[in-house]
C-alpha cells in the first residue's frame, strides 16, 4: 500500500459532521432530529427537499411527522426480519445500514435510537452476557473472573461499528434514550458517575461512553424545556455559537453546520476569538468588560455567549487574586488553621535558632 500525503490545499472534499441528541421520551428528539437533518440536507446538496434517511427503531415512531418531513426516507429497522427470525441490533448490521445509506447517496442519515445498539436485543450488552455465558459455561461462580475476557470479544467490534460512523460520507445525527440519574440530597449532584462524564447532568446516556466523545457536538435534552440543547455534553468550538440552551435548535441549526463542513474557512478565526476573550478575562473584569464592548464583541456577541460563564468565573477569580496583592500583608487573607503554629512549635523553632547562632558565634571566635 502507497502511502501519500496530501497538502492541505489541494484537499477540497466538505468535511461530515455527527450531532448527537439524547433525552428522556417527551424532550423531543425525533422532531429536533429532523429539522436539524433537513437544514443538513438542504446546506449539503444546495437544493429544498433533499433527502433525509431516517432509521427508525422506535416503533416507527418517525412516521408520526411524514406529513411534516415528506422528503424522509424511512428505514424500520426491527429486531425480526421480515420472516420472523431473530436478527437484533448488533454491531454488523449497523455498519450495513450505513453502507446502505451511502450507496442510496444520502445526504444525512438520522438514527433513532442508537440505544438499541448497546442495550437492545442482540447489542453490546446482549452480546456481552452471551459471551460470558459460553465462556463460564453457565457457573456463575467465573462471572467475574471472565467478564473482562468477554468484553475482549465484543468491544473490537462495537469499535469497528464507531469507526464506521466517524469514517461515514455523509451527515449523521444520532439519538440516544437518556435515563434519570439518582441525585444525592447532600451536593445536589449526581450520586454515581454517568457515561458523560458530568456530575451537573442528571441524565445518563443509554449507550456506551465511547461515541459521545468521537462527535463533534452532544445535546442533552430535558424534559422541561423540549427541543432545547440544555445540557451541552460536548461542543466544538466552531459550533458553540449555534446551540442555545433557551433556544430549541432548528433547521438553521443544521443548515449553519453544514456551511461549516463545506467551508471551515472561520474555524480558526472563531477559536482565536474565544482564545483572546478567555485572556481579557484572566486580567479582570473591567479587562474582560471592555472587550466584550468592543467593536470585535459586539460582532461576536453569540459566539461570546456560549463562554460567557467561564469567562466570568476567570475575571472574579483574577479580581480575588489581585486584590489579595502580597505587597499588603494585611490584604491577604488569614492562614488556615492547620497553618497556626502551636506553642511547642513555637519553643522549638525559638531553641533551634539560639542554637545555629551559638553555632556561627563559636566559629567566628576561632579555635
Known sequence: MTIRFIPV?????????????????????????????????????????????????????????KQAFPEMAHFDMQAVDADGNLVGFGPERWIEVIDAAEEAQLPVLVIDSFSHAWEGVGGVLDLHAQTLDRLTRGDDSKKDARSQLAWAE???????????????????????????????????????????????????????????????????????????????????????????????????????????????????????????????????????????????GKEHRALLRSILDECQSLAREADAEAEACDTDPFGLPPLPEHHALSDADRARIAAEVRAETDRLAREAAGP
Open 154 to 296: 465484543v468491544k473490537p467490534r462495537y469499535r469497528r461499528l464507531i469507526d464506521r460512523i466517524v469514517r461515514a460520507n455523509c451527515h449523521m445525527v444520532i439519538c440516544t434514550r437518556a435515563k434519570p440519574v439518582l441525585q444525592d440530597p447532600r451536593s445536589g449532584k449526581n450520586a454515581r458517575k454517568t457515561r458523560t462524564r458530568r456530575a451537573d447532568v442528571p441524565w445518563d446516556v443509554a449507550g456506551d461512553g465511547d461515541l459521545l466523545f468521537e462527535m463533534p457536538a452532544m445535546m442533552m435534552l430535558d424534559p422541561a424545556a423540549p427541543g432545547c440543547p440544555v445540557h451541552q455534553i460536548k461542543c466544538a468550538y466552531q459550533f458553540r455559537a449555534l446551540f442555545d440552551p433557551r433556544r430549541p435548535m432548528g433547521v438553521e441549526t443544521g443548515r449553519a453546520m453544514a456551511a461549516w463542513a463545506k467551508g471551515q474557512g472561520d474555524a480558526q478565526a472563531q477559536k482565536q476569538l474565544l482564545d483572546d476573550a478567555r485572556a481579557a478575562a484572566r486580567k479582570g473584569r473591567d479587562a474582560f468588560t471592555a472587550f466584550w464592548n468592543s467593536d470585535r
Open 9 to 65: 490545499a489541494d484537499i477540497h472534499d466538505p468535511l461530515t459532521v455527527t450531532l448527537g441528541l439524547s433525552g428522556a421520551s417527551g424532550t423531543g428528539k425525533t422532531y429536533s432530529a429532523l429539522l436539524v437533518a433537513r437544514g443538513l440536507a438542504e446546506a449539503a446538496t444546495g437544493r429544498s427537499g433533499a433527502p433525509i434517511g431516517y432509521v427508525d427503531t422506535e416503533n416507527r415512531r418517525a412516521l408520526h411527522y
